[in-house]
């Protein structure tokens, strides 16, 4: 390697999503004279578009996906490298790409993102959604399916739940409740009535609906039709409620080859215990279930289930995205096998800081702060890292940025539920249009005892958003 060609840059930056691309931008609005450039696998970027800044610490944005060009037309002190790193060699300040480039740097950033966790990586009947191209081959295979299984509880797996129609959706969550990343069995119980009303029929708007909560029983099953004349399979009637919006699936058509709306079949508190394919299925001492048919792939679950389908979208999380870069360097890696970074964002090795899903935060978190690889840290951290790299060079301090105080984020399925600890407000969830994000944020920063107030505060007849004015 050390006699090819090096090209030096001051900054080199690894990814093109958005921690990436946010970055570059970051840098370069800072030092706009400085050599920076973008090492990305793809010819589109992800960028923020329509950002709006909600609060002190909550933003909404749109992320859209853009040939890289836009990139280097609003910023000329960008050079955009269409590849992919195979290798980096930290001593020597170097990288090599996958056409057999090396490019040197004063200040590195990885933000390679994170890889799905699939159930399995050799199964063509396992799917993972990850970016635009799973996304699109998730429609091409799902137009001919009449029944597939949905294994995860994040918000993919709730999006999926929502959004695919013509199909029966089978889903298979670990836990008690849906969503329980993202809020409680309560907020959970408030979206379920969304999987049985059909998608053009939404429920009159409410700023704050109360609702209760009854947690299943492990193993137990639950049922959503919107088919008008199907029978409800369930635990009781459920009335219709709001609906979940689009995010990553706009402009995806979610739909398979049968003619019902809508049926969604959740499986509570179990694991894929394991996956057979027909042939295997047939030649094992495995019963084949009764009125299953004949599938191409078929899932036992750890509650004793087994169910066959065309395929299984395995939406059971991301991995940090590192191995490019571990080969003969010493990164300190977190238990979570992200690259760990401090209050800075810099990495265990010199000149290399770290952003989005494929680092871990290892600094003293404040205590309403978490990491979460979402689009809104991700943003976060790819701005953050961009001032902490043009401070270093620049020789300026900078403090830990006040994104990092409060967790928040928005998400297509707004409501509220309030957890409160020791009568103090810890956090809240607003699916819907309540107008009531600052207050809350409010509410919570100042941590104000709550306690005199009690189930007043999720009472829809007081107006909270005057009261804590």
């Known amino acids: 390697m050390a006699d090819r060609k090096k090209k030096t840059f001051s900054f080199v930056i690894v990814g093109g999503g958005i921690a990436g691309v946010t970055c570059v931008e970051q840098l370069s609005s800072q030092i706009p004279s400085a050599d920076v450039a973008l090492i990305t696998a793809s010819p589109y970027i992800k960028t923020v578009t329509n950002y709006k800044q909600v609060s002190k610490t909550l933003e909404e944005f749109d992320v859209a996906e853009r040939p890289f060009s836009v990139l280097v037309e609003k910023f000329p002190n960008i050079t955009v490298i269409h590849s992919a790193v195979i290798s980096l060699h930290t001593q020597s300040h170097s990288l090599e790409t996958a056409d057999g480039r090396i490019f040197s740097y004063e200040k590195l950033c990885i ?263 979402l689009w809104t840290q991700a943003r976060q951290m790819g701005w953050y890292a961009g001032r902490c790299m043009a401070a270093n060079v620049l020789s300026e301090s900078i403090e830990l940025d006040f994104c990092f105080e409060l967790f928040s984020h928005i998400t297509k399925f707004f409501n509220y539920k309030v957890v409160l600890s020791g009568g103090r407000m810890v956090g809240a969830v607003l699916i819907g249009e309540t107008d009531l994000e600052e207050t809350f944020e409010n509410l919570i920063l100042n941590q104000m005892d709550l306690t005199p107030y009690g189930e007043e505060l999720l009472n829809p007849n007081i107006d909270i958003e005057d009261y804590f004015d």
């Not at 059909?198 to 009854?214: G, L, N």
């Open 111 to 373: 933000c390679s993102g994170g890889r799905p966790k699939l159930l399995t990586w050799d199964n063509p009947y396992v799917l993972g959604i990850r970016d635009t191209d799973s996304a699109q081959e998730l429609q091409k295979q799902l137009s001919t399916a009449k029944r597939i299984i949905v294994v995860g509880n994040g918000g993919i797996a709730l999006e999926l739940a929502y959004e695919v129609e013509g199909c029966e959706v089978i889903w298979a969550v670990k836990d008690k409740a849906i969503g329980n990343t993202f809020f409680d069995a309560g907020a959970a119980q408030f979206l379920i009535p969304s999987l049985e009303v059909e998608k053009t029929i939404r429920a009159a708007p409410c700023k704050r609906p109360r609702y209760t909560t009854e947690d299943p029983e492990p193993g137990a099953s639950q049922t959503f039709t919107a088919d008008k004349n199907a029978q409800r399979h369930g635990s009781g009637p459920i009335e219709a409620g709001s609906a979940l919006g689009p995010d990553w699936h706009d402009g995806i058509v979610l739909r398979g080859a049968e003619q019902v709306s809508r049926r969604v079949s959740l499986e509570y508190q179990c694991e894929v215990e394991k996956i057979f394919t027909s042939a295997e299925l047939l030649n094992s001492p495995q019963q084949t279930p009764e009125n299953e048919g004949s599938w191409p792939i078929y899932i036992k679950l750890t509650n004793g289930k087994t169910f066959g389908c065309d395929f299984v979208v395995s939406a059971t999380g991301v991995v940090p995205n590192v191995e490019p870069f571990l080969h003969d360097n010493n990164f300190a890696l977190a238990d979570d096998g992200g690259l760990q970074v401090d209050d800075h964002m810099m990495t265990s090795e010199p000149d290399v800081y770290a952003a989005g899903d494929v680092c871990t935060a290892c600094w003293v978190h404040s205590a309403l702060w978490q990491q979460m690889r």
